[in-house]
Structure formats: structure tokens, C-alpha cells
């Protein structure tokens, strides 16, 4: 396991070592290591948790010299602060009986590292690596991993009743990973779905974004719609829903997860714009009607989905940026894009450049989910793509901020301070977007000047 043991992290391992204790690196940090050995694709590796049978108060004392925080000194856990980053150590643990599907009733430090290990989700969480790099796996995580399987570990039922996340956390892995989810644990799954209810929508939502930002997201949400419909109905009102129109070959959810599969991110953008995309047609359902001829339509669906979409980010209690960013990606999602740089520049400053290029993205992956898209309008879309890069990459002027002249000038020019300076300013902008004025601040102080001077511009 050099991966891990090579990590300076180990010398967390030592120490406790050291002072007598048993510590090994455990959960996601060892799966992440057992597949990188693999050569598998390891997504970007999250934190390095350590479980010893030190009680937290005797961690304390071994990591003396080092800035320490007590981050759940009731679960078990001190942090201890590296330079490399922070490092959780957990006191070997079994997590008593669940009441509440939430929260265990109790904690109970227990002894054996197999103990702690059995309270894990899944097999492929359930390893521990020693100092040494020998592998702990008495649930065969390592051949589960080969096998690319998310099971549980043991009585699927059981784990999942005592903790509802571990649903999600299903789910999330199986998308992350790209692994199956085995037949037990899907069962079982399936069987408890409705005590998602009882977890807390911001853990549901910490998950929920994972999983869409996983390489198999598109596979999952098919198959596990009805349990994901369990926090977001509206999503599994759009499974099954027929478009009846001629444009689209799948029905609605069908169409949003290709859009989601399709969509182009960055590793910034990539967990809001695949919601957006999943989400760009929630509101047809809801909108839906039928002509005389057959012919089925959404008429203002984008307005729909914008509200329906802002009330999942609510109920999930999504951050202000992520909730305002999908709903207007998802609002604009039918935006008539043409190869036009004065339009797209109107746009861009509307709207904002970044926003701009994103909404592109998702109308692009929503024409690609059809099924139906020809190549010229792919090739459409790529020219105007190109036009956006470049409008930014030469700095052309599309918004006040570009403007070679701010209100203090307008002022200085003879407005007086107040709404009017922003008229003037929004005035010049579109001159200089049209390619009526160049951007130079002599000139357009000289236009301001001249037209106040003759009435023109106030
Ligand atoms: P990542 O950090 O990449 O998201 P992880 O597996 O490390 O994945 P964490 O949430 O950091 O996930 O949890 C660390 C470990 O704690 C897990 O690997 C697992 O062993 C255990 N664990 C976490 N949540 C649960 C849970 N709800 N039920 C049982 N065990 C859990
Ligand atoms: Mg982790």
C-alpha cells in the first residue's frame, strides 16, 4: 500500500505505535489506495481517517506538541492538525442501536479493530492499512473492489434501517465508482427508501451532488429513480412521462440524464451544471398538453422548471450560489443562441459571461439528448462557443465594467450624480457593443461631452 505508507500521514500511525497503541488508516483513504494499486480510477481522494484503540483523552496526550481539536470527542474523534492537512483519529468504535434511522442512540468505545470495522457501510469502507501497509479486510473489500460491487456489510436490511444515509452513500459510491450495487444490498435498498425521510436534507443534498457529479450518475438515477423520488418527486414524476412530439425519442427523465451525461463541466462547475441539466425539464410534467393533432407541448416549462428547481434547492437547503446558479441555467435553458457577437455580448452582459457560456453547454447537451440533433447545429454551437472564448480572451468590452470611462467621468462631463449617470453609462455601453463608438476613453468622453452639451444624451 505504498500510496498510503509513503504519505507523511503515517507518522500519526507511529506515534500512536509508539506509545503503545494499535492505529491503522481506515474507510475511504484505504479503498482509495486499494484501487489505485489496482490501477483503477481513483476519483480526486478525499481525507485520511485514522481508528486506533487509544480513548480520545489519550490522543490527546500522544499528540501534545501538535494543535489538536476536538471535533466529536463524544463519537470518539480528535483532529490533529498536519501541515499536509487536517488527520480525523477515531477511537475504535461500535455504534449501539439506531431509534431514529439518523443517529446512533449510543457510541460504545469497543476494543478489537474488527469490531470497529463491522460498524462501516460497505465492504469497500470496511479496510484498515497498518504502518506497514498490510491490509485489515475481514469483509472482502479488496475482492469487492475488484469486482467493482457496493455491498454491505452484513445484514444489508439491518444497516440500512439503522441508518438511512447509507442509501444515498449507496448510491453516491455506486455513481462515484462506477460499481454495481450487489443484489442483497440493492434489495434492501429499495425495501427502506422511504425512511429517507428521516435524514437530514443537507446530508441527503452532500450526497446528492456526489452523485451526480459521478461517472455512472446516468445509470443510477435510471435505476433508482423511485428511491431518489422518495426526496425529490419531482424527479420521478418525469420518469415514464411521453413527450409526443417529434423532436424527442425519450421520455422526460430519460431525456434530462442523457442532457445530464452530455452536458460539458469544468471540475468548478461540474456538480451544478449536471443538476441543471437532470433539472432543465422538471417543469414539463406540470405543463404538458396535447394539440389536435397529437402533438404533445410545454409551453413555458422553463418558468415551471425554474420554480419547481428552486424549491428542491430550498428543501435541500443548497447554498445561496449553487440554488440562484441552477435556477438560471435551468430558467434560460431555451435561450435563442445565434452566431451574432453584439447579441451575445448584450447577453453576456446581462447575464454574466460565465453564465452565459454555461447555459450554452446545457442547450447544447438538451439538443444532444434528443436524440435528434444534426451536425450542424452542433457545429452551430461550437462556433458560438468559440465566439464567447474569444470575446473574453481579447477583452473586448461587453459590460460597464469594461467601459473605458466609469460614472465619476460621466459626472465630470456634466450629469448630475444620481440614476441618470447610469443611464448614460448603459446608453454608451450599447454604442460600443454595437461598434458604433470604439472603447477609448478620449472618445467617449468627447461623445459624452459634445451630446450632453446638445441635449442628446440626457
Ligand atoms: P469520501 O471521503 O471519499 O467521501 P469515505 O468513505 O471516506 O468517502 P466518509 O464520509 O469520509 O466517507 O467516512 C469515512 C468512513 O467512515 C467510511 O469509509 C466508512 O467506513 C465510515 N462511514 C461513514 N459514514 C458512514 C455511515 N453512515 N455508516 C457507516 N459507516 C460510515
Ligand atoms: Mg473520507
Not at 155 to 174: G, P, S, V
Not at 296 to 308: C, D, I, K, R, T
Amino acid at each position: 500500500m505504498d500510496t498510503l505508507t509513503s504519505r507523511s500521514e503515517k507518522i500519526i500511525l507511529e506515534k500512536l505505535n509508539s506509545a503503545g497503541y494499535e492505529a491503522f488508516f481506515a474507510g475511504g483513504c484505504v479503498r482509495d489506495a486499494v484501487m489505485q494499486k489496482l490501477k483503477m480510477t481513483v476519483p480526486s481522494s478525499g481525507d485520511i481517517d485514522v481508528t486506533t484503540n487509544a480513548l480520545p483523552k489519550d490522543t490527546e496526550r500522544v499528540f501534545d506538541e501538535y494543535q489538536v481539536i476536538e471535533t466529536g470527542i463524544k463519537h470518539g474523534t480528535v483532529t490533529v492538525v498536519l501541515q499536509e492537512g487536517n488527520v480525523e483519529i477515531t477511537t475504535y468504535r461500535s455504534d449501539g442501536s439506531y431509534s431514529d434511522s439518523r443517529h446512533p442512540d449510543n457510541v460504545r468505545f469497543v476494543t478489537s479493530l474488527e469490531e470497529d470495522l463491522a460498524r462501516r457501510d460497505f465492504t469497500i469502507n470496511a479496510m484498515a492499512c497498518d504502518a506497514d501497509g498490510n491490509i485489515r479486510d475481514p469483509f472482502g473489500g479488496q475482492q469487492d473492489i475488484k469486482d467493482r460491487i457496493i455491498r454491505a456489510v452484513g445484514c444489508a436490511e439491518k444497516r440500512f434501517a439503522e441508518d438511512a444515509l447509507r442509501i444515498m452513500r449507496a448510491l453516491r459510491f455506486a455513481a462515484v465508482l462506477g460499481f454495481e450495487i450487489e443484489d442483497e444490498t440493492s434489495r434492501a435498498l429499495c425495501t427502506h427508501k422511504q425512511l429517507l425521510r428521516n435524514v437530514s436534507t443537507e446530508r441527503i443534498f452532500a450526497e446528492f451532488r456526489k452523485l451526480v457529479s459521478g461517472r455512472n450518475a446516468g445509470e443510477v438515477i435510471r435505476k433508482y429513480a423511485d428511491v431518489l423520488g422518495v426526496v425529490i418527486p419531482e424527479l420521478a414524476a418525469m420518469k415514464g412521462f411521453e413527450q409526443h412530439n417529434p423532436y424527442h425519442r425519450y421520455d422526460v427523465l430519460e431525456h434530462c440524464i442523457r442532457a445530464m451525461e452530455a452536458v460539458r463541466t469544468t471540475p468548478e462547475n461540474r456538480d451544478y451544471m449536471k443538476m441543471a441539466a437532470l433539472f432543465h425539464d422538471i417543469g414539463k410534467p406540470e405543463t404538458y398538453s396535447m394539440d389536435e393533432n397529437g402533438i404533445g407541448h410545454f409551453y413555458s416549462h422553463p418558468a415551471m422548471s425554474e420554480v419547481l428547481v428552486s424549491g428542491i434547492m430550498k428543501r435541500f437547503k443548497a447554498d445561496n450560489f449553487t440554488a440562484r446558479r441552477v435556477a438560471v441555467l435551468v430558467k434560460r435553458h431555451d435561450l435563442i443562441f445565434e452566431k451574432d457577437e453584439r447579441l451575445l455580448k448584450k447577453w453576456m452582459n446581462r447575464l454574466g459571461a460565465d453564465v452565459l457560456a454555461e447555459i450554452l453547454e446545457i442547450k447544447l447537451a438538451d439538443n444532444m439528448a434528443t436524440g435528434n440533433m444534426s451536425l450542424e447545429l452542433e457545429r452551430k454551437f461550437c462556433e458560438i462557443r468559440i465566439m464567447i472564448h474569444d470575446i473574453l480572451a481579447q477583452q473586448q468590452c461587453f459590460s460597464l465594467k469594461d467601459l473605458a470611462v466609469d460614472g465619476n467621468d460621466v459626472i465630470a462631463c456634466g450629469v448630475a450624480p444620481g440614476p441618470e449617470v447610469g443611464r448614460v453609462l448603459e446608453q454608451l455601453l450599447m454604442k460600443v457593443i454595437d461598434g458604433e463608438l470604439p472603447n477609448d476613453r478620449e472618445v467617449l468622453l468627447a461623445i459624452c461631452y459634445d451630446a450632453i452639451k446638445c441635449g442628446i444624451l440626457t
